[in-house]
């Protein structure tokens, strides 16, 4: 299978604009913590409708599938793992719908995030089973209609090459993003060079790739300055990171970025030289309304510094790994794009 949509953009436009957080826009639709969202593809798929619409009507290019979790070793927590097709299937066609409904290209893009499982030899999933298990999902995914294959929130090097390889057995063009939330690395100690060379050299190149989630938008603004840095020029980074900080606040989990701060720091990731801007935990269509008005309202400037990204973003622990020179989480291991 093969589509060009997804290319064909990226030649047309020099910035395209993602969506924010899926599990957010559910949880405001009435989704409780600890349930399937993918169940939601067939149990109450207005809701993952508007969810989408509201990200493409806010200026949104690329619009995530609401199948993060829809792989069978993640599907098992909820009894559900014999029914990879059916969700992601369903998944993705709800998000073809409403890509249909606007008059200039929307991309739907596979959401496929980790399995949850650590890879042997420290864990028990094999190489050969990770394979198989996202091979499943993206099968699914293209046989919904999804325009690209999009990987996210990966921590370690085997599973991003499983995912990959799986992927690829589509044809479909594949985006792949690792989340660097640790010291300025992967939970497994990537560094974001570390990984976008590590992904470079899989079988199946990727068609970009980038960070999405973390700490915050300036820790992930210090991961795009690495990958960049890595780059070999041939390279699209990808900058989705989540709104703001999470912070617990009577029983929930809200973060603290304001669409002033979230288009900050899409005016600094596409100075810093990422061609796909978008948002993860916590990011609403307000968010990316002000994202898209601020980037193409702005003139490009110039590669931001560390002090720069500090003063307008706030402190950066970690510059790729090593400590910060200028001053100065996902919740929890599942990583459900909220």
């Known amino acids: 299978m093969t589509s060009t949509r997804f290319p064909d953009l990226l030649a047309a436009k020099p910035i395209l604009f993602a969506d924010g957080g899926m599990g957010t826009g559910l949880f405001g639709q009435g989704l409780e913590t600890g349930d399937s969202p993918e169940l939601w593809n067939v149990d109450q798929p207005a809701r993952v409708q508007a969810v989408h619409r509201g990200f493409a009507e806010a200026g949104s290019d690329i619009i995530l599938t609401n199948t993060f979790g829809g792989n069978a070793r993640r599907l098992t927590l909820h009894s559900a793992q014999n029914r990879v097709r059916e969700l992601n299937v369903a998944g993705a066609r709800i998000a073809r719908a409403v890509a249909e409904e606007f008059d200039r290209p929307v991309i739907v893009a596979g959401s496929m995030g980790p399995t949850g499982d650590i890879f042997q030899p420290v864990g028990v999933l094999s190489y050969e089973e990770g394979v198989a298990a996202f091979a499943e999902q993206a099968e699914a995914l293209a046989e919904g209609g999804v325009d690209v294959l999009w990987i996210e929130t990966i921590s370690a090097a085997e ?30 100690g990537l560094t974001p060079e570390a990984a976008i060379t590590h992904g470079r050299n899989c079988a199946c190149r990727p068609s970009a790739f980038g960070a999405n989630c973390g700490i915050g938008p300036a ?94 973003l706030g402190p950066i622990k970690t510059q790729s790994g090593r400590p910060a020179e200028g001053g100065g989480e996902r919740e929890g291991r599942r990583r459900r794009r909220a």
């Open 159 to 188: 599973e991003i090459q499983a995912a990959i390889e799986g992927a690829s057995r589509t044809g479909l063009p594949i985006v792949s993003t690792m989340t660097f939330d640790t010291n300025g690395r992967t939970m497994m």
């Open 219 to 312: 820790q992930l603004l210090d991961s795009i300055l690495g990958l960049v840095r890595a780059s070999d020029g041939n390279d699209i980074i990808v900058a989705k990171g989540n709104c703001g900080i999470p912070q617990y606040r009577q029983g929930a989990i809200v973060y603290d970025g304001t669409p002033e701060i979230m288009a900050s720091y899409a005016i600094l990731a596409r100075d810093a030289g990422a061609r796909i801007i978008g948002g993860c935990c916590g990011t609403t269509p307000e968010h990316i309304r002000a994202m898209v008005a601020a980037v193409n309202g702005t003139a490009r400037g110039p590669v931001p510094d560390v002090e720069t990204v500090e003063r307008l």
